[in-house]
C-alpha cells in the first residue's frame, strides 16, 4: 500500500509539473553565466517534458506560482524581473545558454521569467535534483557554490543600481555582457532599450543619452541599435572601476 500511495504521489507530481508546460505552450511557447549543473549531473535530472520553444517576450513562469520545475536555457535569451507597485518593471538577471535558472529556496517562484527573444528551454523536475542533492555530497557542494555566485550576482547588481552614474551603469553592462561573447569586440543585443533600462533602473531616455556619451568618446561605435563594436574596451573598464 505504501508503494502504491507513493507512487501515485509521484504520478500527481508529473502531471503537474507537465501541465504547467503545456499551459504555457498552448499560448505560444515551444549575464550571469553559472552553468552548476554540467553535463554529467544533467544526463542523470530526467526532464519532466521535453524541449520546448518559445517566441519572443512570452512567460515561462510567473511570480507566484508554484516551483514544480526548473529550467535550462539552450537557445536564446531569458529575463527574470518583478512588477513594482507603481507599474514599473524591474529585471533582476538576463540567462544566456547554458544557464540555469527557475531554482527556488521556497515553494513558489519569487520572480516572473519571459523569453527576450526565440527560445529554446529544457524543462527538470525540481524534486529530481533535491534527492541528487541528497545523495551525492559532491553535487551538493556544487550547488551550494552556485547559490554563493547567486547572492554575489544580486549584491553586485544592488551596487550596480544604488552608487553608479548611468554611463557607469551602462559601461558596466555592456563590459560584463562581452565577456560572455564569442567575438568580446563586437556585440548583438538580444535585449531592447527598455530591456537595458529596466535592468539598469533607468528610464529609456537616460539610457539612449548613455549610449551617446559612449560614442561621443570613442568607447563604442552603434552600427544599429542593437549591433555594438566596442572600439576602447578598456576605457569602458576604467568606468566600471
Known sequence: MQMENTAAALAIADQSAEAIVRRHIAVGIEIQNLCFVNERYQRSLPVAMSTFTLSGDKEIYGKGEEAVLFFKLVLGMVRTCTFLKNGRRQIDAFYLPGNVFGLEVGAEHNLTAETVCRSRVISYRRRDLE????????????????????????????????????????ATFLTDLAAYSPKSEMLSLEMSRRDIADYLGLTIETVSRAFGHLVDKSLIDLSTARQIRLKDPEGLRLLTS
Open 131 to 170: 534527492v541528487l542533492a541528497t545523495n551525492s555530497e559532491r553535487f551538493s557542494a556544487v550547488a551550494f557554490s552556485f547559490a554563493m555566485q547567486s547572492l554575489a550576482r544580486a549584491q553586485e547588481h544592488a551596487v550596480l543600481l544604488g552608487c553608479r552614474s548611468a554611463v557607469e551603469k551602462l
